[in-house]
């Protein structure tokens, strides 16, 4: 009833600005025209921000999550997300849907997904073209939904990417009355310097821009101590720091569902297939083994270690440095060395990929066997949890985050070897 009675209120006001234009117009008024018109522009934008801010009994338990990235492959926002539907908050979690999220977050009634598109943005003529045109489209699409949904008490975003998200959201919160939370995992700038170099004009502009925007956030959250430190020391943004903890998922995996999943995998990859004779009462992966009779598993004798990396393939993880260390593992085994066959998976998606994977097929390892899957969110901490060791090749572009996969293989009791990081 109060938004009809709002609305006609609205409509009401609307048609007497026109009458009173209309008199204007009419009687031939001293008042010159740019002054109407300004005044009728102002009382229609006054009252678009009215509307705009427009509360209702739900609206403090209302939160927008935002990532300008896939939902699916952002663990910390889905948890974010979990969480606060949890606490009673009804969620609208805003981001790419590439991948498919943790089925929690699916099947979690207060949680609501709105899909945004990734954006290219011209693919001809200079980059700094592409740039542009790639920002623009962004913040109209942003823009766009943003200011459609409801009205919500608090907009969390990740950063980064924060370009130009953080200042699209910052303008929504200020036309909507809304209250702004950054999750710092890192410094955008320094990513795009990675591949750009630090004096490169996009990187010095991105830099300046998170400096501008990044202290207009009401609250802010980071990801270390070290980020805390320096948020407050270089940009004056008082933050406060939460640490990742592993979700409830991320645990050692009962033998049935480890040999459950190695049995799903080996229909796609051969590294996780037996290759001995096949016995009509046992089922067999190169790890594990099951009794068909009594339906129990163990873990085969002669089974290769399983390692384990998950990646964005990105180039803050320099995975020469690990194809190097299983080259010379290899030539260790064939010196003598009494150590077991190795098994590598190396998970995830991202732009190196491909260039990885040709590395990789070009090595003809005899004792080491590298595979690239892709996992589904479900089994991700299945494998995590069969796994004997772990390894991070994550170098923090700014030195000041720590990788979330880390925390999710503590969870799971694996010993972790990784690029050392300041909390």
């Known amino acids: 009833m109060a938004s009809h009675g709002s609305g006609a209120a609205c409509l009401t006001v609307v048609a007497l600005i026109a009458s009173l234009l209309a ?5 031939g008024s001293d008042v010159p025209g740019p002054v109407v018109c300004l005044t009728v522009i102002t009382a229609l934008v006054s009252l678009w921000s009215l509307r705009l801010r427009r509360r209702d009994a739900g609206t403090e338990r209302r939160v927008c999550v935002l990532v300008l990235g ?5 663990p910390r926002m889905q948890y974010h997300a979990l969480s606060l539907s949890k606490h009673g908050y009804d969620v609208t979690f805003v981001g790419f849907l590439d991948t498919k999220p943790h089925q929690d977050v699916v099947q979690e009634e207060n949680i609501r997904m709105v899909s945004i598109a990734e954006v290219k943005g011209v693919g ?28 919500q008490s608090h907009l969390l975003m990740q950063n980064p990417p924060g370009l130009p998200g953080i200042a699209v959201a910052w303008l929504v919160c200020v036309l909507r009355g809304s209250r702004f939370i950054i999750d ?23 830099k300046w821009y998170e400096h501008v925007f990044g202290p207009l956030a009401t609250h802010n959250l980071c990801v270390t101590n070290a980020m805390k430190d320096d948020l407050q020391k270089n940009w004056g943004i008082k933050a406060t720091t939460l640490y990742d903890r592993p979700a409830s998922i991320f645990r050692e995996t009962p033998l049935k569902l480890q040999h459950e999943l190695f049995m799903r995998l080996a229909n796609t990859y051969p ?4 290759g001995g004779s096949e016995e009509v009462e046992v089922e067999k992966t190169i790890f594990s083994v099951r009794d068909l009779t009594d339906n129990s598993v163990t873990l085969r004798a002669e089974r290769p270690a399983l ?11 320099d995975f020469s440095i690990l194809l190097k260390a299983l080259q010379e593992y290899e030539g260790f085994i064939k010196e003598g060395a009494s150590l077991p066959s190795l098994v590598c998976a190396i998970t995830g998606k991202g732009p190196q990929k491909e260039h990885y994977r040709k590395l990789i097929d070009s090595l003809h390892l005899e004792h080491v066997k590298i595979c690239t899957p892709w996992l589904e969110a479900e089994d991700y901490p299945v494998l995590l949890g069969s796994a004997d060791l772990g390894v991070c090749l994550h170098k923090s572009s700014s030195g000041l985050d720590l990788p979330m996969k880390v925390v999710d293989m503590f969870g799971c009791c694996l010993p972790v070897c990784a690029i050392h990081f300041n909390w």
Request: hydrophobic share 40%; with cysteine.
């Open 70 to 74: 896939d939902i699916g492959r952002s």
């Open 307 to 317: 390692l384990l990396s998950s990646t964005s393939w990105t180039e803050d993880e």
């Open 271 to 274: 590294q996780f297939q037996h």
């Open 184 to 206: 710092w995992h890192n410094y955008g700038f320094t990513i795009m310097a990675l591949s750009h170099g630090q004096r490169h004009p996009v990187v010095r502009v991105a």
């Open 124 to 151: 001809v003529g200079p980059k700094l073209l592409t740039y542009v045109t790639k920002v623009i489209i962004q913040c109209l699409q942003l823009l766009y939904v943003l200011l459609r949904m409801e009205l």
């Open 23 to 27: 008199v204007f117009c009419g009687t």
